[in-house]
């Protein structure tokens, strides 16, 4: 299973995610674990961020989406479509359900977009967030859907509705600690940590 926070504000996009895979049986119930060294978060190039999650092998290609495509000037509109288009091809095979994709867009926003395919869907549901104003921000995540102990952890004083953090690094320190919390609370969750920033 995986955790990935992303955070949007006006002027930045962070993403954090741990990297651990484990193995799972037919109840999906966590059975061990493969490695605690498994990407889920990819800097794709130096205005965009995708995280990926969903039940997965250590062999699994999480680019796939932008398989055979030049990533360097792939601009925000071009890589949504992308992850729709590879998730509607391989919806019945699909490893990966959920993905968040942020960063600088076209226009010089900063955005997140959640894209989710649920099984028994045709088409993903895509999801638009961004900062209301220039003193507050955003956030997204995809954690395990049977951890409901875990929400109330992304919910406390760390993701308040203000920045409360003085610099980016502050941030990245909060981000970090919440990831460290939920590993805590679910062992499918790793405590070694991935950031990954546009700003």
């Given at each position: 299973m995986s955790a990935i926070i992303a955070?949007?504000?006006?002027?930045?996009?962070?993403?954090?995610?741990?990297?651990?895979?484990?193995?799972?049986?037919?109840?999906?119930?966590?059975?061990?674990?493969?490695?605690?060294?498994?990407?889920?978060?990819?800097?794709?190039?130096?205005?965009?961020?995708?995280?990926?999650?969903?039940?997965?092998?250590?062999n699994d290609d999480l680019l796939a989406p932008f398989s055979g495509v030049v990533r360097k000037h792939l601009t925000m509109s071009q890589a949504k479509n992308l992850v729709v288009a590879h998730m509607v091809q391989n919806r019945d095979i699909l490893p990966v359900r959920n993905v968040l994709l942020g960063g600088k867009n076209e226009m010089g926003k900063f955005i997140i977009y959640e894209i989710q395919i649920k099984t028994g869907m045709d088409n993903p549901t895509v999801t638009l967030k961004q900062a209301p104003d220039k003193n507050r921000f955003a956030v997204s995540y995809t954690i395990p859907n049977k951890c409901m102990l875990l929400y109330p952890i992304l919910q406390d004083n760390r993701l308040s509705k203000t920045l409360p953090w003085g610099t980016h690094a502050a941030l990245v320190g909060h981000l970090e600690g919440l990831i460290k919390d939920l590993s805590e609370v679910d062992d499918s969750i790793g405590g070694d940590i991935i950031v990954e920033s546009v700003m």
């Open positions: 955070v949007v504000g006006s002027n930045f996009c962070t993403f954090a995610s741990d990297s651990r895979l484990v193995q799972l049986d037919r109840s999906m119930n966590n059975i061990g674990v493969k490695s605690d060294r498994f990407l889920k978060i990819f800097r794709i190039n130096h205005n965009l961020i995708y995280g990926a999650s969903g039940t997965m092998e250590i």
